[in-house]
């Protein structure tokens, strides 16, 4: 079972049934729910955030919590409302790696 290195869920589950709390880190929310106010006022977001599991580089070595890029797009129905969320999150760790933990 091939898991996402990231968010840490199931690779065949749909992101709907993430529970995006427990992915992000706790002093990063506050942020993301910002944002999904601003997705639900209908505007498209772009956004950086940390998630709770570690990103380890090349070595292997530890360098503390992997960071995504998400960015967010309302679909409108004919109404105006929104139909769904189109949204991409990618690993950019590597732009933030720090020097490996100690422990």
Same mark, same amino acid.
């Given at each position: 079972?091939? !898991? @996402? !290195? #990231?968010?840490?869920?199931?690779? =065949? ?15 990063? $929310?506050?942020?993301? %729910? ?9 505007? $498209?977001?772009? %956004?950086? !955030? ?17 960071? #995504?890029? #998400? =960015?967010?797009?309302?679909? %409108? @129905? ?9 949204? =991409? ?8 790696? $720090? ?5």
């Amino acid at each position: 079972m091939l !898991t @996402n !290195t #990231v968010t840490g869920h199931v690779r =065949t589950e749909s992101y709907d049934d993430i529970n995006w709390p427990g992915v992000i880190l706790e002093e990063d $929310q506050p942020m993301l %729910f910002e944002y999904f106010r601003e997705i639900l006022e209908g505007k $498209q977001v772009k %956004f950086q !955030t940390r998630t709770k599991k570690c990103y380890f580089n090349s070595a292997g070595e530890n360098c503390g919590p992997a960071w #995504v890029q #998400v =960015t967010g797009i309302p679909e %409108f @129905n004919e109404e105006g409302g929104i139909e769904r969320l189109i949204s =991409t999150a990618s690993d950019i760790s590597r732009k933030h790696e $720090q020097r490996p933990m100690a422990f």
